[in-house]
């Protein structure tokens, strides 16, 4: 296919062919990896510790359930938006903030090398996945009778014992969509990169989508951009395939 749409002969697996030879490819591919699964598990790490707390009785508990859910009703886009701001070189509010305390001396280009700009964006995702994962996770706990736990306690568990045995297996299913969930959507996150460096500088942040964008509207090769799309489908089908297997098994298989 041309990049005005016209249908051209069939290519058989020209596309898939070229996608193989393509130089970049392996690297970026490389780099989603390490971004989902940072994401994926910054965001477990976050959002179960902020679940169980927020399961909690305690006074302001409404407030704190506000205060960490309510991002969630913000969308990617915007809160990207807000963090290039924030990071901006001259006059972000970070470097306003560290030369108001003294730690640096004058404004640093948070988002100029490589490694610090990509470390930026998986900690803004993480930040921006919490909060649905932190649902989630509270729904599971709430479903946990408290008789299960007044039970355990009586028995003389404790905190940890309970935690590991009792609410921890309970919670599996619910950890289970959670992975899921977060392994589709980070996968194919687009703005939080788009927006802060746009794969940049020389595709060193590029993930998978975002070189897919590249290759369909900067590259006009839309052909090998459908043939990549087919791709992350099939990989991400795979995965979820696998995962909901696993969750299928007992516990103690």
Do not use: C
Not at 106 to 115: E, F, K, T, Y
Not at 182 to 199: D, E, H, K, M, R
């Amino acid at each position: 296919m041309s990049r005005f749409g016209r249908i051209g002969a069939f290519a058989g697996l020209d596309n898939f062919a070229r996608l193989a030879a393509d130089p970049l490819l392996p690297d970026i591919a490389a780099r989603t990896v390490i971004w989902t699964t940072a994401v994926v598990a910054g965001t477990v790490l976050l959002a179960l510790p902020a679940a169980l707390i927020l399961n909690r009785r305690f006074a302001g508990r409404g407030l704190a359930q506000f205060l960490v859910l309510a991002p969630w009703a913000i969308s990617v886009t915007s809160m990207a938006v807000v963090w290039r701001r924030v990071l901006s070189d001259e006059d972000g509010l970070l470097n306003r903030l560290a030369l108001a305390t003294g730690l640096i001396e004058q404004p640093v280009v948070w988002l100029g090398s490589i490694p610090a700009s990509f470390a930026f964006e998986i900690l803004i995702a993480v930040l921006v996945s919490v909060p649905f994962s932190t649902v989630i996770l509270l729904a599971g706990l709430s479903s946990i009778p408290d008789e299960l736990n007044d039970a355990a306690r009586l028995d003389g568990a404790g905190a940890w014992q309970r935690f590991a045995h009792l609410t921890l297996p309970l919670l599996r299913p619910f950890l289970g969509v959670v992975l899921i969930f977060n392994i589709a959507y980070v996968t194919n996150s687009f703005p939080i990169i788009w927006i802060l460096t746009q794969g940049g500088p020389a595709n060193s942040t590029d993930i998978v989508v975002t070189y897919l964008y590249k290759l369909a509207f900067s590259m006009g090769r839309l052909d090998e951009a459908a043939a990549l799309s087919l791709v992350m489908l099939a990989i991400l089908g795979t995965l979820t395939v696998l995962m909901l297997r696993l969750l299928e098994r007992p516990a103690h298989a």
